[in-house]
């Protein structure tokens, strides 16, 4: 919130979530989901938390935003983000940052039957495996 850029950003059209509080994640579950029913886009980090290890790793995913998609039939495009981080760490004033092109991979998109016997986990482990591939290939 200090960013004046990013403070733009989280104050319009973010849905803030505190990972420390239920109450607060099916709130913005619930918001997500409205705007999915609105025909909106939803961006969702599935990690569910935002490390400070340098480089980063991909972690393990959480269950909502798979879940969030099959409960209302939306496909699930997977996006890998490169190099942000080596351009623009954190507010620039630990590790700094420099102008530059951010790399991204955007993957097929996935749609899945909410009928199917498919479990959460098992899409979860999926999306993430593709990511994963594919984010070790670029480091």
């Given at each position: 919130m200090k960013n004046p850029v990013t403070r733009i950003f989280f104050k319009s059209i973010d849905?803030?979530?505190n990972r420390q509080s239920k109450i607060s994640a099916f709130k913005a579950f619930k918001r997500a989901t409205e705007l999915l029913k609105e025909g909106k886009s939803v961006v969702i980090f599935p990690e569910g938390k935002i490390d400070e290890e340098f480089p980063p790793v991909l972690?393990?995913?959480k269950a909502g935003a798979f879940k969030m998609a099959i409960e209302n039939n939306t496909p699930i495009l997977p996006v890998v983000i490169h190099n942000a981080w080596e351009i623009l760490w954190d507010?620039?004033?630990r590790f700094g940052s420099k102008p530059g092109v951010i790399k991204i991979s955007v993957l097929k998109p996935i749609t899945y039957d909410s009928g199917?016997?498919?479990k959460y986990d098992s899409i979860e482990m999926?999306?993430?495996?593709?990511?994963k591939k594919l984010w070790?290939?670029?480091s």
């Open positions: 849905i803030p979530v972690h393990k995913f507010d620039g004033g199917s016997s498919l999926e999306v993430y495996e593709k990511m070790n290939q670029s």
